[in-house]
């Protein structure tokens, strides 16, 4: 053990993070990235969802309340959505999002935003890469945890 290290301190500590993912646009592209083989970290835990306007703002604040040091929301590009307006809401939602998560003191490099489409594997690619990183760096998320493990 170095000198450096505080006893207690766990230094193979990796993030937990969460993926919220459009069916149609975003689950598909981390398909092609998987089957393409592309090199992702492995700590991201996707979640599928018929559209990114599904993403109720609570699932984010639970999942940080569970334990997710990071979440990805990620849908089809602006005017691809597979039902017409989708992801227009969740862009509103997402915006006002920020101020709430500001409120409850989630930093707000902790939650990612982004719009993948079918054939952008490499983009997933990024988006996880460069998230899994970002949180990293902040270390462990600070928001308490729901102890009765209910609602």
């Given amino acids: 053990m170095s000198d450096?290290?505080?006893?207690?301190?766990?230094?193979?500590?990796?993030?937990?993070?969460?993926?919220?993912?459009?069916?149609?646009?975003t689950y598909t592209g981390a398909d092609l990235a998987g089957t393409s083989r592309l090199k992702m970290d492995p700590n991201v835990r996707v979640i599928r969802l018929t559209c990114s306007s599904r993403v109720n703002p609570l699932f984010i604040i639970k999942a940080f309340e569970r334990g997710a040091d990071g979440v990805i929301v990620s849908g089809c590009h602006t005017g691809d959505c597979h039902y017409s307006t989708g992801n227009y809401y969740a862009r509103r939602?997402?915006?006002?999002?920020?101020?709430?998560?500001?409120?409850?003191?989630?930093?707000?490099?902790?939650?990612?935003?982004?719009?993948?489409?079918?054939?952008?594997?490499?983009?997933?690619?990024?988006?996880?890469?460069q998230t899994t990183s970002r949180v990293k760096e902040l270390g462990p998320s600070c928001v308490p945890l729901n102890q009765k493990g209910g609602e």
Wanted: hydrophobic share 40%.
């Fill in 4 to 25: 450096d290290v505080k006893p207690g301190t766990d230094t193979t500590w990796t993030p937990k993070i969460v993926a919220f993912v459009c069916n149609w646009c």
């Fill in 93 to 129: 939602r997402f915006a006002i999002l920020h101020d709430l998560l500001d409120f409850m003191g989630v930093e707000n490099n902790r939650v990612t935003f982004s719009w993948v489409s079918a054939s952008e594997g490499n983009k997933w690619q990024e988006v996880v890469n």
